[in-house]
């Protein structure tokens, strides 16, 4: 800021005066217009830090994005080889694990996105200087990585209450139909859990094309079938397709 000192002389006439106050008034424009120009240069500075943390959250998240379409591929036909064999042994009590069509396990990846810079961004006023559409798009990417983490969360918790659950049952082969039942439901659980995380990830791919190799839709289909009619999947997509929502 610049100090405005006023004249140590005494003023005698009107000219003088008016002198005197353009003067002040000059002097405060400039003072204001400083640091205004300061501030510009301060807020933009911001705006290229919190875009350069950004795009290296970014790249992370890109990394993290592919192993949990990996993890999909990976863990989505154990799940559908658990489930068929729960049906095969309520006909085929007694089964060795060889005759099974599949087989248990609870072993899984847990996805968790990285979000510092975007929480470090939101509270920073530098937002104000960025275009909307470019807020506006950040905002939706976060939004849509956080539902997959979420739906990951789910999923660990389901696996949890159906590791939990087959406790009781040290021998699979000599599963009862009642816990056979029991266990076929919980096991869907994280069927759908993992679903879900699956379509969020399609959904991302979809509209970033820098996040690839997304489940695709036959994928999906295998764990929840059936595969729609063709009709269905184009009516859908086309009403979806600003947002790439259909399930």
Known sequence: MLDVHAPQEV????????????????GLLIAVGLEQTVEYFHHRQQVAE???????ERRMNEVIFANACSEFRRYGPILVGSLQTLIYLRTHPGASPSQWPGRFSFYILTIRFQDSAWKTALQSAALEYMPRAEVRTYSDVYARLTEVSDESVAELHAVIRAKSFMLQVPDPATIN???STQAFALVSDVVTSLYLMGIAERNIARLYSDFHSPPTDMELYALI???PAKQDIE????????????K
């Open 50 to 56: 919190i875009r350069r943390s950004l795009a290296e």
């Open 235 to 246: 009516a859908a997509r086309e009403i979806a397709a600003p947002e790439g929502r259909e």
């Open 11 to 26: 003023l005698h006439t009107w000219k003088a005066f008016f002198i005197h106050l353009a003067t002040i008034v000059i």
């Open 177 to 179: 139909s009642g816990l």
């Open 225 to 227: 079938p059936p595969v």
